[in-house]
C-alpha cells in the first residue's frame, strides 16, 4: 500500500480542513497516511516568517475566508477559544506512539474539539476532557504527551518537517513531493494519478534566473 503524509499543527484552521480532507482521500484510495504533528512557530522561526495572525489584516481575512469554507463545505467551525494559542500539548499528544487507527481518532478528537466545538486548544484541562468524551483517557493522554522523551519526540518530527522543507501547515507529502496547504490536495491526487501537470523544466528554468532585486529588512 502506498501511502502520504500530512505535516500539521491543530494551531491552524487550514491544517484542520486538510486533516479532514486528507483523511477522506487517504481512505478512498487505501491509502497509508502518516500523522507528522509539527510546530508551526518552529517553521515561522526558521523560514523568518510571521503567522497569518501576527498580521492584523491578514488575520481578518484568514477568519472570514475560513467560515466561507466551512460553511459551503458543511464542515463544524466555531473557532478556539484563543487564537492563536499554545497548541504543544494537543501536538505531543498527536506525537505519541500509537497504532494509526488510535493515533488518527486522538487527531480527530483534537482537531473537532479546537475548531469545531470551540474549547481553548491551549488548556491542558479542556484537551483532556474532550479527549474523554470522545472515549480516549484524555488526563492519562496528556500526562504521557508532556514527558520528557515526547517533547523531545515532537522536536525530531519538527526539524525533520523543517530538513524536508516544509514552511507551513498543512503540508503534504508523496514521495519527495511536497505540497502545502488545503487546496493543494487536488495537485496530491493528480501527482498520485501520474498526471501531475507541473513542467519541471519550466521550474528547473525560472529558479536558475538571477534575482533583479531584494527587499530591505
Known amino acids: 500500500m502506498s501511502g502520504l503524509q500530512v505535516y500539521f499543527d491543530t494551531i491552524s484552521p487550514y491544517a484542520y480542513f486538510g486533516w ?4 477522506a482521500l487517504s481512505a478512498a484510495r487505501g491509502l497509508r497516511l502518516e500523522a507528522r504533528p509539527t510546530v508551526f512557530a518552529a517553521l515561522l522561526a526558521h523560514h523568518g516568517q510571521l503567522g497569518p495572525a501576527e498580521i492584523p489584516a491578514k488575520r481578518v481575512w484568514t477568519f472570514k475566508e475560513i467560515f466561507r469554507y466551512a460553511k459551503l ?18 501536538l505531543r499528544i498527536a506525537a505519541l506512539e500509537a497504532e ?18 470551540g474549547i481553548d486548544g491551549g488548556d491542558d484541562a479542556q484537551i483532556a476532557t474532550a479527549l ?3 472515549g480516549h483517557d ?17 522536536k525530531a518530527i519538527t526539524a525533520e518537517a523543517i ?3 516544509v514552511f507551513g501547515v498543512p503540508t503534504f507529502a508523496v514521495g519527495d513531493e511536497l505540497f502545502w496547504g488545503n487546496e493543494s490536495l487536488r495537485y496530491v491526487e493528480l501527482h498520485l494519478d501520474g498526471e501531475d501537470p507541473l513542467d519541471g523544466v ?3 528554468s525560472i529558479l536558475a534566473r538571477p534575482r533583479g532585486t531584494d527587499r530591505r529588512r
Open 138 to 154: 484524555g488526563p492519562a493522554l496528556v500526562e504521557a504527551a508532556n514527558a520528557a522523551e515526547n517533547k523531545e519526540r515532537l
Open 132 to 134: 474523554t468524551e470522545r
Open 20 to 23: 479532514r480532507n486528507v483523511r
Open 73 to 90: 463545505e458543511g464542515i463544524p467551525l466555531q473557532g478556539p477559544a484563543t487564537h492563536p494559542f499554545r497548541s504543544l500539548t494537543s
Open 202 to 204: 519550466a521550474v528547473e
Open 100 to 117: 494509526p487507527e488510535i493515533q488518527h481518532a486522538r487527531i480527530d478528537a483534537l482537531f473537532d474539539a479546537i475548531w469545531g466545538m
Open 163 to 165: 530538513a524536508r522543507g
